[in-house]
C-alpha cells in the first residue's frame, strides 16, 4: 500500500521570532516550551480528527512519531505516517465507512446488498456506491474484505477496480484539524514561554 506523511513543525513562526529576540541563551526556556506545545498540538490534532471522520483517537496516535525540542534544536516535530487501505477497511470501533458490513455471498443462502453506502465523515449520511457499474464486497484472504467496482457496467468479466479511501494523514491535513491545531500550539507555546521566563528571573 502507498504510505503517506504528514509532518507539523510545532510554532515555527512563532519559534523564530523568540529565538531572535532571547538571543543564545534561549534554548533551555524554548525547548521546553516548544515540547508543552507539540503535546498541546497533538490532542487537538486527535480530538479535531475524530469528531469529523470515522477514525479512533488511538489510530492517530499510533501513527505519530515526535522529533522532541532540545537545547541545540528548540523546535518540536509531530510526524505521522499512515498507508492507504481499501475504503471496506476504514472503521473505528464498531463503525465502518461502508454499510451493510456484509461480504457477498456466493452460495445463494442470503440475498447479496442491493447497493453499498460509504462515507468517512462523521455526521453526514453515507451515499449510494456503485449504482452503475455495481460496487460489491469481495472476502480476500489478507484483508477480510475489500470493496470492489466493476470498470464496465453488467459485464461480469470486466476488470475489478479496489475502491480505495484516503490515507488517514491525508484527511488530518484538513484546515479544519490544522489551523485550530496550530492555534493552540501557539497559545501553549506563548503561555509556557512566559511562565519559564518568569521562573528563570525568579530563580
Request: include cysteine; charged fraction near 30%.
Amino acid at each position: 500500500m502507498e504510505e503517506s506523511y504528514l509532518t507539523v513543525d510545532v510554532v515555527d513562526h512563532v519559534l523564530k521570532t523568540a529565538l531572535k529576540k532571547m538571543g543564545s541563551e534561549s534554548g533551555v526556556v524554548l525547548s521546553r516550551a516548544s515540547n508543552r506545545a507539540a503535546t498541546a498540538a497533538n490532542t487537538e490534532i486527535k480530538k479535531r480528527t475524530a469528531e469529523l471522520f470515522i477514525v479512533r483517537q488511538r489510530d492517530i496516535q499510533e501513527a505519530l512519531w515526535t522529533r522532541k525540542a532540545t537545547v541545540a534544536r528548540p523546535q518540536a516535530q509531530l510526524r505521522y505516517k499512515s498507508k492507504k487501505k481499501n475504503l471496506y477497511e476504514w472503521r473505528a470501533g464498531g463503525s465502518g465507512a461502508v454499510t451493510p458490513q456484509r461480504i457477498v455471498s456466493h452460495t445463494g443462502r442470503r440475498p447479496n446488498p442491493n447497493v453499498y453506502k460509504a462515507g468517512i465523515k462523521r455526521g453526514e449520511g453515507k451515499k449510494p456506491y456503485g449504482r452503475a457499474p455495481k460496487a460489491f464486497v469481495q472476502r480476500m484472504p489478507r484483508n477480510g474484505g475489500i470493496i470492489f467496482v466493476r470498470r464496465e457496467h453488467n459485464f461480469s468479466r470486466s476488470k475489478l477496480k479496489a475502491i480505495q479511501a484516503p490515507a488517514l494523514t491525508q484527511v488530518m491535513a484538513a484546515r479544519k484539524i490544522m489551523e485550530p491545531a496550530t492555534g493552540r500550539a501557539n497559545e501553549i507555546f506563548c503561555k509556557r514561554l512566559d511562565a519559564e521566563l518568569d521562573y528563570l528571573l525568579k530563580s
